[in-house]
């Protein structure tokens, strides 16, 4: 067991399909419970978006033998916390931490909403009403809030799976009627289409005998539908490498770039996480040092450089910047891209890469020091790649990756046909060129 993960990790199938993921812990009087659901945002089909992330919400209004809200109350009154869930376009997980106790209890409410979920007309209006609420927070009331879904838009083609946003479409939701949403469940809330994960002081036969107990009477689905998108190319190609433009209130302008690179748990992957974190994480990155310290072209705030860890068909590279005072975007963007193309012809320094990979390290080991990320990252592994036991490698290909693969990985990525620019200006500095779009229009091609 290599020291970057050097927790035993127990495997076992139920006759149901469910996996069962247990990684004992004695050193901490917890469990953590991560059910991960192979179903995201890239599952829904045309229509309607919005609801394998209103299924986060709807989860907790109840089922069979648990009322609306008291998943919560159970979970609380036996001293348990971090109860939640979350969407992305991957997956949906939904996670708490109890004393190890009280394991029982989680396993027998995460069972029976996987198998009794109380959908009724009153949750559905009422969850939909806070969806609309959260996308008014988070997207429509704030500054740039739409910019991952504009970008996404313009990434992917239309109807690719990845072309929408994960908080969806609200008309669509509207539109949608109780039943649909019962199909839904129906057709990816079952156990052969989820992990289960249990980390802390906690037997693993122990954890596999109740896992059999609570879950093991639920039915397998025996298959489920998956979007199966035309592959596409390594790059966007000149037809969809744009330049759009959005004038809103916002209080500054600011420039989002973005490139497409390779999925999650793919090859390159970690060349990927290598490059974008020496170019653009923290103040010791490139783009940092360039753009802000010596040059002086862009406010420090807002980010750099990312690698988004989509894990099917083709990830994204994003980018963001804020220019300066007295800085047109323009000046900004030439300056970004200019460290781009030298990295891409040239690769980063050997200290580059070793201050990356200390830095990805450094964050893979704070997420594995407590029971909730480790169990939520060996979901993710146990998930994506069939076998947990690949967490493991996860330092390793890091350690792997070379000045050649990132130069390399960077060649096929800053290309001027694989570049979409995004910007943001504010309303008195509207421009009039013949790429200006108003968010309105912008709103149907995201």
Request: proline letters at 6%.
């Amino acid at each position: 067991m290599p020291a970057a993960f050097p927790w035993p990790l127990h495997q076992a199938t139920l006759g149901n399909g469910l996996r069962v993921v247990v990684s004992p812990d004695p050193s901490v009087p917890l469990a953590a419970v991560n059910l991960w659901y192979d179903v995201g945002a890239r599952h829904e089909p045309r229509g309607k978006h919005g609801f394998a992330h209103l299924f986060e919400h709807l989860m907790f209004e109840g089922s069979a033998h648990v009322a609306k809200s008291e998943h919560f109350a159970l979970i609380q009154s036996c001293g348990g916390d971090a109860i939640n869930a979350s969407t992305n376009p991957d997956r949906t997980n939904y996670y708490q931490t109890v004393p190890s106790g009280s394991l029982e209890l989680a396993l027998w409410l995460e069972a029976d909403r996987m198998g009794s979920l109380a959908l009724t007309q009153e949750t559905l209006d009422n969850q939909r009403e806070v969806v609309k609420n959260e996308r008014r927070q988070r997207y429509d009331n704030v500054p740039y809030g739409r910019w991952t879904e504009v970008m996404v838009g313009l990434a992917y083609p239309e109807g690719h799976p990845y072309a929408h946003s994960t908080i969806g479409s609200m008309a669509e939701l509207d539109s949608a009627s109780l039943a649909d949403f019962t199909e839904f469940h129906a057709t990816y809330y079952a156990p052969d289409n989820a992990v289960l994960t249990v980390v802390g002081d906690v037997e693993p036969d122990h954890v596999v005998a109740l896992a059999e107990r609570y879950f093991g009477r639920l039915p397998a689905r025996g298959s489920f539908p998956a979007p199966q998108p035309e592959p596409l190319p390594r790059q966007f190609g000149a037809d969809r490498a744009v330049a759009v433009t959005l004038t809103e209130q916002v209080p500054l302008p600011r420039v989002f770039l973005c490139h497409r690179g390779p999925a999650w748990g793919t090859a390159d992957a970690p060349a990927i996480e290598i490059l974008t974190t020496a170019l653009g994480r923290g103040r010791g990155s490139r783009l940092y040092r360039t753009l802000v310290t010596e040059r002086r072209l862009a406010q420090a705030e807002g980010g750099f450089m990312a690698a988004w860890g989509l894990m099917h068909y083709a990830s994204m590279v994003m980018g963001a910047c804020t220019p300066r005072d007295g800085v047109g975007a323009d000046e900004v963007v030439a300056a970004y891209t200019a460290v781009c193309d030298e990295v891409a012809r040239d690769g980063i320094t050997a200290r580059e890469l070793d201050r990356a990979r200390a830095v990805l390290t450094a964050d893979w080991l704070r997420e594995l020091a407590n029971v909730n990320g480790r169990a939520d990252a060996i979901g993710q592994y146990a998930t994506h790649f069939g076998d947990a036991e690949a967490i493991r490698t996860r330092v390793e290909l890091l350690d792997a990756v070379t000045e050649d693969d990132v130069r390399r990985v960077a060649a096929d990525t800053f290309r001027s046909d694989n570049r979409i620019r995004l910007t943001y200006l504010p309303e008195d500095a509207a421009g009039t060129g013949p790429d200006a779009v108003a968010p309105t229009d912008q709103e149907d091609a995201a």
